[in-house]
């Protein structure tokens, strides 16, 4: 069965830090590119950031520079550090697995909150 488990969410003030991790089962990590989204009330789902089997990155550009996306092959665990968080990151956080031949899996979301 997959899984998608997600934590590290939370309430933090704006400049502050937090980092979320997502661990995945092991049939789908290795085969997958593994990303983050989030979805904010009143809006659509928006990509954060995702990492390939092969290490390369990609971010939204409102996260650039702030948000790094990293992953522990070992750990079968995917990791998005935010830092200078802002209110406008405020949202459900969620990790994505996605692959040609695995298929796109979801985890449950983790809740984000920045206080201005």
């Known amino acids: 069965q997959v899984q998608l488990v997600e934590s590290g969410g939370g309430l933090v003030q704006a400049g502050g830090s937090l980092r979320l991790s997502c661990a995945a089962t092991s049939v789908i990590f290795s085969i997958s590119t593994m990303a983050w989204y989030r979805q904010a009330p009143g809006k659509q789902r928006e990509l954060v950031a995702a990492i390939t089997t092969g290490g390369s990155t990609a971010y939204t550009d409102s996260v650039k520079g702030r948000f790094t996306i990293s992953s522990d092959n070992a750990k079968n665990t995917v990791y998005l550090q935010m830092n200078s968080l802002k209110p406008e990151d405020t949202a459900a956080y969620y990790c994505?697995?996605?692959?040609?031949?695995?298929?796109?899996?979801w985890g449950q979301g983790t809740q984000v909150t920045v206080s201005s």
């Open positions: 994505n697995s996605k692959s040609p031949i695995a298929g796109d899996y």
